[in-house]
């Protein structure tokens, strides 16, 4: 039995619960969260599993994030503004196309100050799984088709951006 199956209620009423701190979280205290849950699971199951959990998270969590915040939209252009403008209000990042080819399959697009990554320290790898699945739930939700994204590039290798390759498949 599952006990915490996600669905909207579990996002439940921020006003009603947070009547004087708001809906606004210390990035700090994401990570914290973030990284400290990360770790007692990979001390757990591995990081390989952890990865292929956060990516199905970044998958649910992309589901919902489209439903709720982006559609209706009816064209490429309207997605990506869309898409765009709510990152950035949710202050989740700054979302930059670089490459867009829906027709063919592949876009590549870049998220400068991630909410996960942004002013981390280098690393030999990158940390975006969980901001995986969730473009490629975006992509998905939008084309209707199945798409898997890839980050290519991390702060934490150096890039200080996050670049994703995007492919449907």
Known sequence: MRKYKFSKE???????????????????????????????????????????????????????????????????????????????????????????ALDVGKVILTVDEDLDCSGLPEMDYETCIYDEGFIAALFENFTGKNWQAKEIDCWCTGARTCRFLVTQQ
């Open 10 to 100: 579990l996002i439940g009423n921020l006003a009603l619960g947070r009547q004087n701190l708001e809906t606004v979280v210390d990035l700090e205290m994401y990570r914290l969260m973030q990284f400290t849950l990360r770790d007692a699971m990979e001390q757990k199951i591995g990081a390989e599993e952890v990865d292929k959990i956060f990516y199905e998270a970044g998958k649910v969590a992309g589901n919902y994030f489209f439903e709720a915040y982006i559609n209706p939209v009816s064209s490429v252009e309207e997605f990506v503004s869309k898409t765009q403008q709510v990152l950035k209000e949710k202050k989740i990042g700054i979302l930059r196309i670089e490459e867009a």
